[in-house]
Each structure stands twice: as structure tokens, then as C-alpha cells.
């Protein structure tokens, strides 16, 4: 089942407008979009496992000529980490199709032209070290710091490099004390230190039992010890969305974003004037989307990416 709900383009219709689509909605949508954003985790796997449908899906929209972009908030890998992934998994994408908050902040930190003196403070995994490597930008932290103990013995007290003009914060499963220390002193103490979150989902499915703390309780601890908001890059942010447009010559009105997740995926699309589509393969259920107290509402929903092969046989029938 897919449906479309009739609300205002920034979504703030009430969920009784939320109407199962006809196909000639489904139809309509194919029709009009030339480019497919799709989230990843809960739309093209769960976990380590396709969702069901997904690979015909994506070769039938390939074969219409469809542009399609992947874009994920997680940071652990970069971009090469992730078309390993895909591969690994049997889909065909390549390297250019792929967005990860990792290279969004890379990318920020280009777009402002990031003093080539200066170094990042990394909170955060591996995604991250080789987004910046790729961009030529300095760094420590990250994967250096793992394990790190802090033994606060009396006159202790832990010296921040002076150079950092940057902390990002990802989703990093070896946070410790020492980095949330560390990440404070250089945005307290350095003069014009930036503070960049890859994103700050709340929860995340690391295993199929429950949900887990997403990088949201990462930024949350260099929030709550620096007082300061952070600049972020991920989703909803409009930073990706520009960088993609730009990048494939889009019009916003051309693209669709397929995502599972309403305050990330859905609100990035909405924001940015696309066309949403929220799928229940992954965190939200229908309960959720239909609760009166979500304000944000897909263009339509679906319980998962492939209810879209519905148009291709009709066409073929
Ligand atoms: O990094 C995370 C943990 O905070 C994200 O919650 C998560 O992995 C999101 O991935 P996607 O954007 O592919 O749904």
C-alpha cells in the first residue's frame, strides 16, 4: 500500500489528510521525478541485509534513466567505505551516487576554506579521518583516541593542541572521557573553534533487538559541557541537498527523497522543497506517522521501496 497525503508542501497538514495513493499517484510520481535520494539504513538495508525488492527496484528505475543519490548520516565510514558496502551487498553504485555525512563535513569544511594551518579535533570513527585525508585536512583524534583513560589524580589536568580550529562530532562507538575533554577545551579555550555534528539522530539500529543512542548523545555531551549549538551538516541540514543539486544540475522540484525516518530524511526533503516519501521498512511505524502529534508529513508513504514496482507492471501489462 502507498499513500499520499494531501497536506501543505511543509507538511503541516493534520494526519487525517494522509490518504492511500491510486496508482495514478504512483504513476504521477515516476513520471515527474528524475532523480530518486534515497536514504539508506531502513530503505536499502537494515543492517547488513537488503530490504526485500530493493535491487529491481533500483535497475528498474535505472532503467527509466532515473538519477539516483544515496545518502546516509552515518559517519562511521566515508564514501569508499560505503560503496564497499553496497558492493558487498550485490548493488551496482557508484562512487559519485554516494553522500555520507562523513564527506558532508568534509566538504563544510572546504566550503568555508578551512585554514590550511589549522587541524579537526575528530569525535568520531574512521568515516570521518578518511573524508578529511581525501580533503587534505589535518586531524586527530578519532580512532588515536580509542581507549584513552583519564586518571584525575590531584594537579592533573589535559592540554589541548592550540592549532585545532574545528571539532567534529559523528557517531563514534569508542566515545571516552578523554574525547569529550579534549573536544571541550578546544571549543571553550581555541579562539574561533568551530563545532560541527555529522547529524544528531537520536537513536539508531545497530541490532535488530532495540534501539540504540545515536550520534544526537555524542553531540549531546559537547553540547551540554560547551554551552554551544553546533553547525550541522547531515540531515535535515540543507548543506547535502545544495552540494547534490549543484553536483547533478537538479532542480529541487525533480527530485524525490525516499527515507524512513521523519526528522531526518522527511524534514530534509521538506525543507528543501522535494517530493517525500516515507517508507515503514525502517524506524518509523505507522502509529508514529499518523500520530496527531507528528507534525512532519511525507508527500505519501509506503511500507517499503519496492511497492513502486507496482507501476512498472502496469505499464508492462
Ligand atoms: O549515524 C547514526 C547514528 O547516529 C544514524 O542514526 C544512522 O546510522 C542513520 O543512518 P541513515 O541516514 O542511513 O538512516
Known sequence: MVAVCSSSANGNGSASQIREATLEDKLALVKKVDCFIFDCDGVIWRGDSVI???????????????????????????????????????????AEEIYSSSYAAAAYLESIHFPTDKKVYIVGEVGIQEELDLKGIKWIGGLQDKGKTIELVPGFALHQDGDVGAVVVGFDRHINYHKIQYATLCIREN???????????????LTDAQEWAGNGSMVGAIKGSTQREPTVVGKPAEFMLANIADTFGL???????????????????KDGGLTTMLVLSGVTTKEQLLDPANPIHPDMYASQLSELLVVKQEVAA
Not at 535497475?59 to 566515508?78: A, E, H, P, Q
Open 52 to 94: 526485500d525488492g530493493v535491487p529491481e527496484t533500483l535497475d528498474w528505475l535505472r532503467s527509466l534513466g532515473k538519477k539516483l543519490v544515496f545518502v546516509t548520516n552515518n559517519s562511521t565510514k566515508s564514501r569508499k567505505g560505503y560503496l564497499k558496502k553496497f558492493t558487498d551487498l550485490g548493488l551496482d553504485v557508484s
Open 191 to 205: 579562539p574561533g573553534c568551530l563545532f560541527i555534528a555529522t547529524n544528531l539522530d537520536a537513536v539508531t539500529h
Open 251 to 269: 532542480r529541487r522540484e525533480q527530485i524525490c527523497m525516499v527515507g524512513d525516518r521523519l526528522d531526518t530524511d522527511i524534514l530534509f526533503g
